[in-house]
Nanobody
């Protein structure tokens, strides 16, 4: 089991900013990708941003540069800086960690945090 702990959610007005952080307690060499997903009420969970161990970065297409993902490999942390927030960004945000599970059989393929609520008021 890999504990994945998120922090930084909260309530913000439209146009404001929030920064989410996530820490995974695992062998750094075994971590493949770290990223953020979100799930709004009545909707499916969707990818927001993912950062691979080779620094490849993937963002949801409709973010228009408002969010930035960053990663500190030495600390096993990933952060999501969210600017120009909109009410439609309201969701529970989940941190996801994928492992090099074949090279590191002590781990499962993927782990999720418990989620942190982000609410953007209009």
């Amino acid at each position: 089991q890999v504990p994945v702990v998120e922090s930084g959610g909260g309530l913000v007005q439209a146009g404001g900013s929030l920064k989410l952080s996530c820490t995974a307690s695992a062998d750094t060499r075994c971590i493949s990708t770290m990223g953020w997903y979100r799930q709004a009420p009545g909707k499916e969970r969707e990818m927001v941003a993912v950062l691979a161990s080779d620094s490849s970065t993937y963002y949801a297409e409709d973010l228009n540069g408002r969010f930035t993902i960053s990663r500190d490999n030495a600390k096993n942390t990933v952060a999501l800086q969210m600017n120009s927030l909109k009410p439609e960004d309201t969701a529970v945000y989940y941190c996801n960690v994928d492992m090099f599970f074949r090279a590191c059989p002590q781990y499962e393929y993927t782990y999720w945090g418990q989620g942190t609520q982000v609410t953007v008021s209009s």
